[in-house]
């Protein structure tokens, strides 16, 4: 496993779009898929994708298999399934998984709102699950709904952090010469034992790759393969790339992959990838303020100290003004990180508005979403203790949209006060906001911080 470090997007991020609506004939022209190979005026590759998901996942340790495991309480296929389905001009995608995880695997769709998926029944071998997933994009198959593609990603549903760019890289090199797959260098020597145990020989590392996921194929090349396929290969074997180079004589282009092409193999595998996506999805922070003059005000310098203080994290700013117009946008954008201010007169007026306009938008399906309800009190007026006592409900309301994947949490600033003990107190307020998004806990939900 190299997990590498984050790579910076944000995991549901929509990708630019490589295909085009009915007639719009020359935009898709342009596309880097038309320009793979499609003679001018053409419509971009039809491109689809197979994913075997019917292993038991031994090697897991773990009774349930690790692409139904669940990372941030999602599950793990779910991450991968996004992964492909943001990619525009991928048409189809094929999951293939046992008869006894159909089920499973279909609430996974519903609950996610994964488009563009069709389940079908895994082999007992990883091939026989790639050849099911490929029969059904066939056209030769009886019954057959979906339309043969060009050219067909096959890919790992344990592999979550699979980019654009890697997909269109390795669909391009199959249009030109029929199979490709992403490379990476090996980590580990490789060495071959002899019968009785002993070093018999090792391969020179700098020669050799350790193959990856996504490979890509023409349809026809990988599909003829599986067609002519031994039984011996497809009970034993596991390249793909073998595949069409033994039985249609193809050898395949060799594309450089990046690092997030890991798998999740291991148990520990799977806190590296929730650490992976905790870290993407805490990228962006939208400060949320009414426009009223006093708490803008307030609300622009908690902004400030916060691109300040947090200058790895893109700091955006809201109003809640009307419906929300001006968050609509930001939400659009995936942003899932939200620090409500509210001013003395609106213990919580401001932040309800918020958790309206989250769950409208739906945004908390994907991930935990983290408001962070900053309350300024004057301790003149209220003292802190009652202050807190007054907001000891926040705890009941955070456990209802706790079950609506909303993180709420609250915090408590004293204000006014002079410039230099409100800025140490903004500073503080910074760290606690950065590691409750950071840490994601949902065991501080309702917790009362005070900075």
Request: proline share 6%.
């Amino acid at each position: 496993m190299e997990p590498g470090p984050p790579g910076g997007s944000r995991p549901a991020e929509r990708g630019p779009c490589l295909s085009s609506p009915p007639g719009a004939d020359e935009a898709a022209s342009a596309s880097p898929l038309s320009a793979a190979g499609a003679e001018p005026g053409r419509r971009p590759l039809a491109v689809a994708a197979v994913l075997p998901a019917g292993g038991s996942g031994e090697r897991m340790g773990v009774p349930t298999p690790k692409q139904f495991c669940p990372v941030l309480e999602r599950p793990l296929i779910s991450y991968t399934l996004r992964a492909l389905e943001r990619v525009c001009w991928i048409k189809d995608i094929v999951v293939a998984v046992t008869g006894e995880n159909i089920e499973a695997m279909n609430s996974i769709i519903q609950k996610y709102q994964h488009k563009r998926i069709s389940v079908v029944e895994a082999g007992v071998t990883r091939h026989r699950s790639i050849f099911n997933g490929l029969k059904a994009l066939a056209e030769d198959q009886p019954d057959s709904k979906l339309c043969k593609p060009e050219v067909v990603i096959i890919h790992d549903a344990v592999r979550p952090f699979v980019e654009e760019d890697v997909l269109l890289k390795v669909v391009i090199a199959a249009k030109e010469h029929g199979a490709a797959g992403a490379i990476r260098p090996l980590v580990s020597t490789v060495i071959s034992p002899s019968a009785d145990g002993c070093l018999d020989h090792s391969l020179e590392r700098a020669r050799h790759r350790a193959s990856e996921m996504p490979q890509a194929f023409l349809f026809d090349v990988i599909y003829e393969a599986y067609q002519q396929c031994s039984d011996y290969d497809l009970e034993f074997g596991t390249e793909c790339l073998q595949l069409a180079l033994k039985y249609c004589h193809t050898k395949a282009k060799l594309v450089e992959g990046s690092p997030d092409l890991w798998k999740v193999t291991y148990k520990r595998d799977l806190y590296a990838a929730e650490s992976i996506i905790k870290e993407r999805i805490s990228q962006e922070i939208c400060v949320v303020m009414d426009s009223k003059e006093g708490e803008e005000h307030i609300g622009r310098i908690l902004e400030e100290v916060l691109k300040s203080e947090l200058n790895h994290v893109k700091v955006t700013s809201g109003a809640l003004c009307h419906a929300g117009g001006d968050l609509q946008q930001i939400i659009l954008e995936q942003c899932y990180n939200f620090v409500c201010v509210n001013v003395m007169t609106s213990d919580f007026q401001e932040t309800h508005k918020l958790l309206s306009i989250l769950e409208e938008n739906n945004l908390s399906i994907l991930y935990p979403v983290v408001v962070v309800s900053v309350h300024f009190f004057d301790v003149k007026l209220v003292p802190l203790s009652q202050k807190m006592e007054n907001l000891m409900w926040i705890r009941g309301f955070a456990k209802e949209v706790r079950k609506r994947n909303i993180l709420l949490h609250g915090l408590l600033i004293c204000y006014p006060q002079d410039e230099q003990k409100l800025q140490e107190s903004l500073r503080q307020a910074a760290i606690i906001i950065a590691a409750l998004i950071k840490e994601r806990n949902s065991g501080l939900v309702g917790q009362l911080l005070v900075a």
